[in-house]
């Protein structure tokens, strides 16, 4: 198999991340890194753009105090890039991170605008193949507060104590991370996928899943922070808008959370303790785990799991995919405690006692042989 070399200026940012652990999934693609730096170095700017097929250029500025930075900014990355492949005289395939602001009287907006047409010139003059994508308001795990969007500010602020305020109510057009990096993925295996592109069109608008008013997404992450964080219990996840809402919100509860404890219900029966309440359909099951012994290491994109330990001791771990830090949370059998898992982290489970391990497992869909979402990766 011929792979598709791919370059993504911006890796390090909240798409580019999700874009490059998508890609690094893909048989089909062999990522070519990239660093900040490279912008202000040419011979390594040029040495990026020959080693490329595909170039997703998604290094850019959103905000700051100072609108005119952002606009010089921004155009001046893509001239980067532009003088990067004449002189190296290359012509890869660039798809362009744009906004759906290019048409609002800001300067951000101008700025995707006009660096969208540099490139497009560019693409006449020189025979090769640009992508203009106008991209929705983009949500979804690891987004920053105060700058990627409003999800990612409101689960922040939910999270860690503070009230969100409205100030405009407006309905905004989302895209969930996710479902954009599957769509640039497509373009990239297959760029005449866009309409009209054999006739020339190079700009195209990236749809819009959902449109909601700011009020509404405002009640369910209320609701969530009510329901899964005061009261343990996993909401709807059966709406797609509502699964990928939850878990953004999930990635920003605190590490301290968990391990959380069980509420016990004790009498001279014994006890009762409720594992996952929920109001979604979902999978329960249990193993039991010799000592010394771990399960896992996988990591899921949509999934929702949900880890008790009833009995034994066990460590828990857990590692963002692009990131060497890990989580370790020890559970005891004698204080039932879980510990959910947020997507895009691989997890396991190790039996640290001398007695067997039970664990019980809730996850809010069983496993689809057609649409698996389980990858091996090791903590």
């Known amino acids: 198999m011929v792979k598709i070399k791919v370059g993504i200026t911006g890796q390090h940012g909240f798409v580019g991340a999700h874009l490059h652990n998508y890609l690094s999934l893909k048989e089909e693609i062999e990522l070519i890194p990239f660093e900040k730096n490279y912008f202000d170095d040419s011979d390594k700017l040029q040495s990026f753009v020959q080693s490329c097929n595909a170039i997703v250029h998604l290094a850019a500025m959103n905000r700051h105090e100072d609108p005119q930075f952002i606009y010089d900014t921004n155009v001046g ?15 890869p395939h660039i798809l362009f991170s744009s906004s759906t602001q290019e048409e609002n009287d ?6 995707k605008r006009d660096g969208r047409l540099a490139l497009e010139s560019w693409s006449k ?5 640009v992508s203009g994508l106008v991209i929705p308001n983009v949500f979804g795990p690891f987004g920053k507060p105060f700058y990627n969007s409003v999800v990612a500010t409101f689960c922040h602020q939910l999270t860690h104590g503070a009230q969100p305020q409205i100030n405009v109510d407006s309905e905004v057009s989302l895209i969930y ?6 769509e640039i993925f497509s373009i990239i295996i297959n760029p005449n996928k866009i309409e009209g592109r054999a006739e020339g069109a190079l700009r195209y608008c990236i749809p819009a899943p959902y449109k909601k008013k700011v009020s509404h997404i405002l009640q369910l992450l209320d609701s969530y922070k009510l ?6 219990a996993f909401p709807d996840l059966t709406d797609p808008f509502k699964r990928d809402l939850f878990n953004t919100f999930r990635c920003y509860v605190p590490q301290e959370y968990y391990p959380h404890a069980f509420k016990l219900n004790i009498d001279n029966r014994g006890q009762f303790v409720e594992i996952a309440r929920t109001n979604t359909p979902g999978q329960t099951s249990y193993s039991t785990t010799v000592p010394g012994i771990t399960r896992g290491n996988h990591f899921h994109t949509r999934k929702a799991e949900r880890f008790a330990v ?7 771990q857990l590692r963002k995919i692009d990131s060497d830090e890990v989580i370790n949370y020890y559970l005891d059998g004698e204080k039932p405690s879980y510990v959910d898992m947020p997507v895009w982290f691989t997890h396991n489970i190790t039996n640290i006692g001398e007695e067997e391990l039970i664990t019980l497992f809730w996850i ?16």
Not at 177 to 182: A, K
């Open 106 to 111: 800001n300067l951000y907006g101008r700025s």
């Open 310 to 316: 009833i009995k034994g001791k066990a460590r828990i």
């Open 227 to 232: 329901d899964y964080l005061e009261n343990g």
């Open 364 to 379: 809010n869909e069983p496993f689809d042989q057609e649409n698996p979402d389980t990858y091996f990766v090791n903590v």
């Open 177 to 182: 991370v996710n479902d954009l990096i599957e």
């Open 77 to 91: 990355l893509v001239n980067k890039l532009i003088e990067a492949c004449k002189a190296a005289e290359v012509q």
């Open 125 to 129: 003059e020189n025979n090769s193949l």
